[in-house]
Nanobody, 121 residues
Framework: QVQLVESGGGLVQAGGSLRLSCAAS????????MGWYRQAPGKQRELVAV???????SYADSVKGRFTISRDNAKNTVYLQMNSLKPEDTALYYC???????????????WGQGTQVTVSS
């Protein structure tokens, strides 16, 4: 099995910054795309940013120029640097990964438990 554990959420004032981390562990053969999603109360979960194994990135229009996704393949970890935070960024942020596990080499989609980000105005 593969586990994703997020950290780094918290309460910050508008204009501030936070850095989220997500570490994957378990019987991992390889990890392909990793990403961050968020879900605000009463809204659907939405994609924030995704990064491929080779470092190509994609962002939601609402966070372009403010958020940066990166990863450390040696540590099976993905990061989300969030700058110029706005109250509308308040949400539960989830880590996501497509990972191929051992011993069956099956690829599955995995989710973390979520970390809360709250931006006050």
């Amino acid at each position: 099995q593969v586990q994703l554990v997020e950290s780094g959420g918290g309460l910050v004032q508008a204009g501030g910054s936070l850095r989220l981390s997500c570490a994957a562990s378990g019987s991992i053969l390889s990890i392909n795309n990793m990403g961050w999603y968020r879900q605000a109360p009463g809204k659907q979960r939405e994609l924030v940013a995704v990064i491929t194994r080779y470092g190509s990135t994609s962002y939601a229009d609402s966070v372009k120029g403010r958020f940066t996704i990166s990863r450390d393949n040696a540590k099976n970890t993905v990061y989300l640097q969030m700058n110029s935070l706005k109250p509308e960024d308040t949400a539960l942020y989830y880590c996501n990964a497509w990972a191929r596990r051992l011993p069956d080499r099956r690829e599955d989609n995995y989710w973390g438990q979520g970390t809360q980000v709250t931006v006050s105005s």
